[in-house]
């Protein structure tokens, strides 16, 4: 009888000492619950610069690991304490302009773009301890677009000829499933790593070259369409901070 006192003890004790494992200890609650909201982004430009502090070179790549979207916003929102559903989004917008001299005249090149991604999902969590592993997946769309103009012109300003070339919108369909685990190093802040693989279906639309010479007309040729379906090969790996409030 004793030594099942003396069991049943040692059980409970271990089970309050887990338990006390999930807070801090000022009484702050480790994992997340219903209720409460998530952002995480990709943590790489973390370990560089942590890996550059440490040893002086600049060199330091971090982990090759990236969101299958590059910079992708991912918020949470938790239903119950093991589910939670997510909005996936990035914009993102460049533009570029520069001159290069080319004998006696001048060559001026101009680019932009932008892509626009938006997804929703649903993500499950599994363990009882401050490393949770998660699962689920996300229905992504994506828009894209790029253009690029090059204008010859002569050393008083006059000018010779131009080619500005419009990649037509792309639009794209797809389907990621993830599967991953974090750590939560403090209260409601985890670090992890997760695996996605995706599905895809793209279509382009006509590209466009406009050309001009001197004082003639402009003149302009359609390119035709394009379309890609994506499956497999297409896994991506992250490690990305998570905070939760």
Same mark, same amino acid.
């Given at each position: 009888m004793k030594k099942v006192l003396l069991t049943a003890a040692a059980v409970l004790s271990l089970t309050f000492v887990n338990a006390q494992d999930l807070k801090s200890k000022k009484g702050e609650a480790y994992l997340p619950v219903a209720g409460d909201w998530a952002v995480s982004f990709n943590a790489d430009g973390i370990f560089e610069y942590a890996g550059n502090a440490f040893n002086g070179n600049t060199n330091n790549s971090a982990p090759s690991v990236d969101f299958v979207t590059n910079n992708a916003f991912v918020g949470k929102k938790?239903?119950?304490?093991?589910?939670?559903?997510? @909005? +996936?989004? !990035?914009?993102?917008?460049?533009?570029?302009? /520069?001159?290069?001299?080319?004998?006696? !005249?001048?060559?001026?090149?101009? $680019?932009?773009?932008? /892509?626009?991604? #938006? &997804?929703?999902?649903?993500?499950?969590?599994? &363990?009882?301890?401050?490393?949770?592993?998660?699962?689920? #997946? /996300?229905?992504? @769309?994506? @828009? $894209? $677009?790029?253009? =690029?103009? $090059?204008? +010859? =012109?002569t050393s008083t300003g006059t000018f010779v000829s131009s080619t500005e070339n419009k990649s037509g919108l792309g639009l794209g369909l797809g389907v990621q499933g993830f599967l991953g685990a974090e750590y939560f190093i403090f209260p409601k802040f985890a670090i992890g790593a997760q695996y996605t693989y995706r599905v895809g279906f793209e279509v382009q639309g006509k590209s466009e070259t406009t050309t001009k010479f001197g004082t003639a007309a402009a003149t302009t040729v359609e390119g035709g369409t394009s379309s890609d379906f994506g499956f497999g090969n297409v896994g991506i790996t992250s490690i990305n901070l998570t905070l939760h409030f």
């Open positions: 938790f239903i119950t304490d093991k589910m939670a559903y997510r @909005v +996936v989004a !990035n914009l993102g917008f460049g533009a570029s302009n /520069d001159k290069i001299p080319a004998g006696a !005249n001048m060559t001026e090149n101009k $680019s932009s773009g932008f /892509d626009l991604t #938006a &997804g929703l999902g649903k993500e499950w969590r599994k &363990g009882s301890t401050r490393l949770q592993g998660f699962y689920g #997946a /996300d229905a992504l @769309v994506n @828009v $894209s $677009s790029r253009s =690029t103009e $090059s204008t +010859v =012109t």
